[in-house]
């Protein structure tokens, strides 16, 4: 089961309250939701969709002045999303993604501005 940080967690993150898929359910667990979050650091405009029970992640990045987009991730085998910092003026992830013979992880970086770092590594 993919591992993903919890409503209060993204909240904080994101500073932006999520637009649930489903959002007439109140029993639904939001686990089992997809939650989209828009927000921007003042440079870049950023939406990122979590649907965490599928272990899916998508992340598009535009430009704020021109709205030229500068980077959209379409993740569908997340095992793991993981808050690396969570501040005032920095906010990054770490996604993780385990193949047959390879980890692969992603670091994001949302604030002060954004940054991306792709990395694989064998596993066997």
Known sequence: MPIFPDEIELLSLFEAEPLLLDSTSKDLPFHYNEATYR???GKEDFIVKLSPSYGEVKIQVNESSSNRLLSLL???????????????????????IDNQDSQQTIEIDFK???KQIFKEHFTR
Request: hydrophobic share 40%; no cysteine.
């Open 74 to 96: 379409d993740l569908k085998r997340v095992a793991k999303l993981e808050i690396t910092a969570d501040k005032k003026e920095q906010a990054s992830v770490l996604i993780k």
């Open 112 to 114: 002060p501005n954004f």
């Open 39 to 41: 927000f921007s650091n």
